[in-house]
């Protein structure tokens, strides 16, 4: 009879063993962070999403990445997924949280805290790591309307569906006020992604109408990519007298300053800097502490 008791407790404790296995591996279960942005392809944006997503991975945290490629109503569809497929927190990279606004107020009402990198921040996210923008764009926008003598034309390339850029881009037209010698010929919205090549294709159609010498004496960059491809149409084009200028300071096109070609200077941001805020506030966030919330800035650096 001991014997049968004995055996009825062994296979009992032997049925409730992968039972209590099963609810462990449950509760230890990684917390997942999603990663959106639709700019994928651009070098910065990638530089810090691969930051992030290694420091949150080292962390302890499982993190899927979602690139809507330029494509809105995707990226909307990418956050909406992320929240109902249990991400604890929910990252834009590159965003204006304006375009997402109902869909970041949603997953703040379902417990989903979300945060932006070289975003915008609206009140329902815990916070925003990027450079001040608009500072940004008076620095290089005095920087090159002082090269220019304080006198001649410009083009300016821009894309202002990205926060960042637009706010660079109301900050040249700011600038510009003090500057009464100094004539914006046009503006011209770039392609993301394929920005390099839509930039130089952009600056070669330029020159065809400007064919003279002088007719064009800067182009104002709101970004790295569109400054690479308006080098390279005015180097072919023999153009060395048109100035340059961008923003980001990514390595072709430091470069291409320190190579003495049309780039004059950029304006280097602390995108590992802004990656890293990011992940620390990610990380205290979801083990329970609380953190600052708002815009929170990394400074900027001239390079010329």
Not at 78 to 107: H, L, M, R, Y
Not at 278 to 283: F, L
Request: aromatic content about 6%; proline content about 4%.
């Amino acid at each position: 009879m001991k014997k049968r008791n004995l055996l009825l407790v062994v296979g009992m404790v032997l049925l409730m063993i992968p039972s209590t296995l099963f609810a462990s591996g449950n509760s230890e279960k990684p917390q997942q962070v999603s990663i959106c942005t639709p700019y994928l392809s651009s070098v910065t944006t990638k530089q810090m999403v691969e930051d992030i997503e290694a420091k949150l991975v080292n962390n302890g945290f499982t993190v899927v990445v979602n690139d809507s490629a330029n494509d809105n109503s995707r990226l909307v569809t990418d956050i909406e997924t992320s929240v109902v497929s249990g991400s604890s927190a929910i990252i834009i990279v590159s965003v204006d949280p304006k375009i997402c606004e109902t869909q970041i107020n949603e997953a703040a009402d379902a417990g989903v805290a979300v945060f932006g990198c070289d975003a915008g921040y609206i009140d329902s996210m815990q916070m925003n790591a990027s450079s001040d923008n608009y500072q940004m764009g008076e620095m290089i926008s005095t920087y090159l309307f002082d090269k220019m003598g304080k006198e001649g034309t410009f083009v300016h390339l821009t894309h202002r569906p990205h926060p960042g850029v637009v706010q660079r881009s109301y900050a040249m037209e700011d600038v510009l006020k003090d500057y009464p010698n100094i004539t914006l010929i046009s503006e011209h919205h770039v392609d993301v992604p394929n920005q390099i090549n839509n930039s130089k294709e952009i600056v070669e159609n330029l020159l065809t109408t400007y064919p003279e010498k002088g007719s064009i004496d800067a182009i104002l960059c709101a970004w790295d990519e569109p400054a690479i491809g308006a080098t390279q149409a005015l180097q072919e084009a023999g153009r060395d007298e048109v100035l340059v200028v961008g923003v980001d300071g990514n390595e072709q096109a430091i470069k291409l300053i320190e190579e003495g070609t049309n780039f004059k200077a950029t304006l280097a941001q602390d995108f590992l800097g802004m990656a890293e805020l990011v992940a620390t506030d990610v990380t205290k966030v979801l083990n329970g502490e609380s953190v600052e919330k708002g815009e929170k800035y990394v400074p900027a650096l001239l390079i010329e």
